[in-house]
C-alpha cells in the first residue's frame, strides 16, 4: 500500500495571509474561524479590542488580534501578516437604518464604512497582487446591494455602491489573477439583524441563516470560481424579477412598505 501525501489533501488557504474586517463577531468571525480551520494565518480586526481579542483568542496560534477602524486598518494588518496579504475580507460595515432626511453624518459614516473602506484596502493591495499576479479580495455586500432594504436608505446606497466596486474590480482585473466575491445575504442571525428593529423582523429574520452558512456560502463559491455569493439562493431570483420587471418588483417592496409602517 502506498502512503498518501498529506498535501494531497492539504487546503488551498494552508499557509495563506487573511485579514477580515469586522470579525468580532457575526459573519466576521465566521469567516476567520473558517479560513483559520483550513491552515491561513488571519488577522481579526475590529473596532471592538476587547471582541477582536476574544475572536483570535478562540482561534488561536493563527489568528493576530487587530482592533482599529476598518476604514484605515489595510497597512497595519499587512503589516502585521509579515508585509504580505493573499486574501481580503471587506466585511465590517454599518446597517444605518434611516430615510432621505438622515443626518449628514450617518450618509457620511455609512459610505466611509460600507464603500470607502473598501477602496482604500484595494489601492493598499493592488499593486502587489497584480505584480505577482494573484489576490483575493472578498466584499460583504448584502442582499441589500443586490435589491434594497426598507427603512434604512443610506445603509441599501451604500452597498449598492460597495456591489458596484467589487464588480469593476472584478472585470477590470480578473484577468491578471485578482479573484473577487460579493457576499449577497439577506438575513443572518447576528447583532446587525437585531439592530434592524421592525424592519428587520419583517423582512429578515423569517428566513435567517446562521454566519457559518455564510462562510460555508463563499468557500463552495471560492472553489466554484464564482463572483456572487448568494446563501440564500432565492436572492436570485429576487434579482432576476427585478432586473426584468422593475415597476412590478418596486410595487412589491412598496406593499412591504405599508405593512412596515402599519405594524
Known amino acids: 500500500m502506498i502512503p498518501v501525501s498529506a498535501s494531497v489533501n492539504a487546503s488551498p488557504y494552508q499557509d495563506q495571509r487573511v485579514v477580515v474586517t469586522g470579525a468580532g463577531g457575526g459573519i466576521g468571525a465566521a469567516l476567520a474561524r473558517r479560513f483559520a480551520d483550513e491552515g491561513a494565518t488571519v488577522v481579526v480586526n475590529d473596532l471592538d479590542a476587547a471582541r477582536a481579542a476574544s475572536v483570535a483568542g478562540g482561534i488561536g496560534a493563527r489568528a493576530i488580534a487587530l482592533p482599529g477602524d476598518a476604514s484605515a486598518v489595510a497597512a497595519e494588518a499587512r503589516e ?15 446597517a444605518s437604518g434611516g430615510d432621505a432626511f438622515a443626518d449628514e453624518a450617518v450618509w457620511e459614516a455609512a459610505w466611509d464604512t460600507n464603500v470607502m473602506a473598501h477602496v482604500r484596502a484595494a489601492r493598499l493591495l493592488l499593486p502587489h497582487w497584480l505584480e505577482r499576479g494573484s489576490g483575493r479580495f472578498v466584499s460583504t455586500v448584502s ?47 447576528t447583532d446587525m439583524l437585531t439592530a434592524a428593529g421592525s424592519a428587520g423582523e419583517l423582512v429578515l429574520a423569517p428566513t435567517a441563516i446562521e454566519p457559518e452558512a455564510v462562510a460555508d456560502a463563499l468557500f463552495d463559491g471560492m472553489e466554484k470560481g464564482r463572483f456572487l455569493i448568494l446563501p440564500h439562493p432565492e436572492v436570485a431570483d429576487f434579482h432576476i424579477a427585478r432586473a426584468t420587471d422593475p415597476d412590478r418588483w418596486l410595487g412589491g417592496m412598496n406593499h412591504l412598505q405599508q405593512k412596515w409602517e402599519g405594524r
Open 80 to 94: 502585521a501578516l509579515g508585509g504580505e496579504v493573499d486574501i481580503y475580507c471587506a466585511n465590517a460595515g454599518l
Open 143 to 189: 442582499a441589500a446591494g443586490l435589491l434594497t432594504m426598507i427603512g434604512a436608505a443610506p445603509y441599501s446606497v451604500t452597498k449598492h455602491g460597495a456591489l458596484a466596486f467589487a464588480e469593476w474590480l472584478s472585470l477590470t482585473y480578473r484577468h491578471r489573477g485578482v479573484r473577487v466575491h460579493a457576499i449577497c445575504p439577506q438575513g443572518v442571525r
